[in-house]
């Protein structure tokens, strides 16, 4: 029989209360906020407040505490010991700093994971894991969402009407578990629930599923399992891939809204919900997470021993500008309000190599971020930790817990920048015209993303790095970009780019169909159209859904082998591909853009465009190696907007009547302003890693 409280969660879980709407948390003339992490419970007492005060001196504006503090929290069942938490929110707030209190689920104590051993993930391998670290413990449980919810209650209740807790961050990094999925028994029963929903009957499963291929037929839900790679002699099904990522990226938004219903539910509802995603990370969809949280944050640590290679030999130390303003750009129009919730601070100890961030580096991400419309950023962390698993993870002080360190200096110079740029906001300010012109809707899928890894069909496509060729593309054209899923609205956007859409039905056609038709300007890419959303090929022939639409037709598409290049000409100059070609065949009112200059069919296009009503719709067949062709089309389809020519990643955006630029070149870069404009925060010419702000 269900306990009162089980049956309460429930319905709190089936209806849940809608996030509190308060414009005064974030308020427009603060424009952007930063803070930093704090982990008292691995600190003397007596050191507390000291360090309190050096987050202010160094011009910290809130703190974050307790993600991780389970055990502190509640050191035996139902003996929650809050007080040494209320002592650091008492002596932030003495110091002058804002609080964000944290849920500590990513990190259950040994108590209960000795008592309930069932609550732990199972890896692919059936290991059920271990006390001893942290995101062990399986989202699906019964069990443990039961304790979560009741150490979530408890610290609502005694903070939830807190006038100096300004707001709460749900578990860690919820992007996947530290073994990436759960092979639990309770996580298979929650899968197989979400199957029994979705198709109703077994009948309409195996159809969907495709069951006929290698007589994988089911005859009831109960004996289907997770798709696991280690279970089976070849790949497992595709489709039920597909429908695992679907059910987990919905389990994970499903448990942010248990515990944000709980914490509201119990006195939260003055402050402010988020939880901190994973930068480009897959497996989860913060957009399903739009009714539950208000404000929508990322983890992101720029520089960890990557080459970045587009960013010339400076890289590895500056980071990538585009997947950063990619992130911003995607999670500020959920609901218009994001941020960093974990910025890196200087050397990480994470990394296969953990180099030093370029000097200036990190006072230009905190800096991107402001030009990318954050209205939050906050460092993770504040001292470097003196034992533990993250001891070599820099923080903005260095061992002594006093002096400031590298980054934490630079983070003091990107406070102080915010309270100089604060004396010059402008409340009336106005987006430029020439500016709007250019406002493109870059639309994702995560369906998409899914259903091609399962499927590459070379292991030189890289779904990212194509995204990203498009987007380092807008940007260097300085298009204000929106990545948005294709439910929103786009008759707002006078350009629409659609990369690498594999999934598409009728619906969407008919959309991109009447937005063209309508004077907007779409962009699609190659992998476009091949399927239909089950992740099947529709009986006709290749990709012809797409047909009356691009106004050519895609007999065949090509892959080429390990380093073997093909070619691709347009406007006289060459250009290099090797993973992906689409060969086209336009029909008559369709313009080619781009041809094959080798292969079996050298003279075919690789790109075309045609006029649809009062717009246009471009596509653009061929993945290539730099992107540089891709770079070229586009600025063909933007050329009545005048766009800027901008060496890519060198980043510059409009927000709040400031221009912001931000440099993750290898090379100095000039600022496209005029010359007699005063710049406040920088130079006219830009170095590697640096910034500069003016307004016009």
């Known amino acids: 029989m269900k306990s009162v409280r089980a049956l309460v969660a429930l319905a709190l879980i089936l209806h849940p209360p809608a996030a509190v709407a308060a414009p005064d948390w974030f308020p427009h003339s603060n424009m952007m906020t930063i803070g930093v992490y704090y982990y008292p419970e691995a600190w003397p007492e007596s050191q507390w407040a000291r360090d309190m005060a050096n987050m202010k001196g160094m011009g910290m504006e809130f703190v974050h505490m307790g993600e991780f503090a389970w055990a502190f929290m509640e050191p035996e069942e139902g003996n929650f010991q809050f007080d040494w938490l209320e002592k650091n929110v008492a002596l932030a707030s003495q110091a002058g700093l804002k609080v964000v209190l944290c849920t500590p689920s990513a990190t259950p104590p040994i108590w209960l994971t000795r008592k309930h051993p069932e609550i732990l993930m199972v890896d692919a391998a059936g290991r059920r894991m271990n006390h001893g670290g942290r995101q062990q413990a399986d989202w699906s449980s019964p069990v443990y969402r039961e304790y979560v919810n009741k150490i979530d209650a408890a ?25 990436e999925f759960s092979y639990s028994p309770a996580a298979t029963v929650k899968f197989r629930a979400f199957l029994r929903e979705k198709y109703g009957t077994i009948g309409r499963f195996n159809t969907d599923w495709g069951t006929a291929f290698w007589s994988m037929v089911f005859q009831n839900f109960d ?92 890289g590895f130390r500056l980071g990538s500008g585009a997947v950063q303003s990619f992130m911003h750009d995607f ?31 990190i006072h230009m991400w905190i800096l991107r971020a402001f030009g990318a419309g954050a209205r939050i950023v906050c460092t993770y962390r504040y001292r470097q930790p003196a034992f533990g698993n993250e001891q070599y993870h820099k923080g903005l002080v260095e061992t002594d817990g006093v002096t400031p360190s590298p980054g934490g200096r630079e983070f003091s110079e990107a406070a102080a920048d915010m309270v100089k740029l604060r004396a010059q906001y402008r409340p009336d300010a106005k987006e430029p015209a020439a500016h709007a012109k250019r406002r493109t809707a870059f639309l994702i899928n995560f369906d998409n993303r899914w259903d091609i890894e399962i499927h590459k069909q070379t292991t030189r496509w890289d779904t990212q790095a194509h995204w990203m060729k498009y987007y380092r593309a807008l940007k260097s054209m300085m298009a204000p970009v929106d990545v948005v899923t294709e439910d929103r609205d786009l008759s ?38 091949q399927k239909d959303r089950r992740g099947h090929f529709p009986e006709t022939l290749w990709a012809q859904q797409i047909y009356p639409l691009i106004g050519a037709r895609i007999p065949i598409y090509d892959l080429l082998p390990g380093n073997i290049e093909g070619h691709v000409t347009a406007d006289g100059v060459r250009h290099t591909w090797g993973s992906w070609a689409d060969v086209l065949e336009p029909e008559p009112g369709t313009t080619t853009l781009a041809t094959y200059a080798d292969q079996f069919y050298a003279g075919k296009a690789a790109a075309v465009t045609r006029k649809l009503g009062k717009g246009t719709v471009t596509y653009i067949g061929v993945d290539t190696l730099t992107g540089d062709l891709e770079l070229a089309l586009l600025r063909k389809v933007y050329a009545a907007t005048a766009p800027a020519s901008l060496k890519p990643d060198f980043l510059v955006d409009w927000r709040d009547g400031f221009w912001v630029a931000t440099n993750f070149t290898s090379t100095p870069q000039p600022i496209p302003a005029r010359p007699t404009t005063q710049l406040l925060i920088g130079t006219r010419t830009v170095p590697p890693g640096g910034v500069a702000v003016w307004q016009e």
């Open 492 to 529: 707002q956007y006078p350009f629409v780019v659609a990369p690498a859409y594999q999934l598409a039905d009728a619906a969407l056609i008919a959309k991109w169909t009447a937005y063209a038709r309508n004077g907007g300007h779409l962009v699609l890419t190659a992998r476009t159209g």
């Open 155 to 179: 610290l609502a209740n005694r903070f939830g009407h807190d006038p100096r807790v300004w707001g709460w961050q749900i578990d860690n990094e919820l992007s996947h578990y530290e073994k």
């Open 331 to 361: 999670m500020r129009p959920i609901n218009g309000i994001s941020g960093l919730m974990e910025l890196q601070p200087g050397q990480v100890n994470w990394g296969a190599i953990n180099p030093w961030p370029q000097p200036g580096a």
């Open 223 to 314: 004996q289907i399992e997770i798709p696991n790679q280690l279970d089976h002699p070849a790949l497992p099904n595709p489709h039920a891939q597909l429908d695992f990522n679907r059910w987990f990226a919905r389990e994970a938004a499903d448990y942010l809204r248990m515990q944000a219903t709980t914490l509201r539910r119990n006195g939260a509802t003055g402050q402010w919900i988020t939880t901190n995603y994973m930068a480009m990370y897959p497996n989860v969809d913060p957009t399903l997470s739009t009714k539950d949280l208000d404000l929508f944050t990322w983890t992101h640590y720029p520089v960890h021993g990557d080459l970045f290679p587009e960013n010339g030999p400076l």
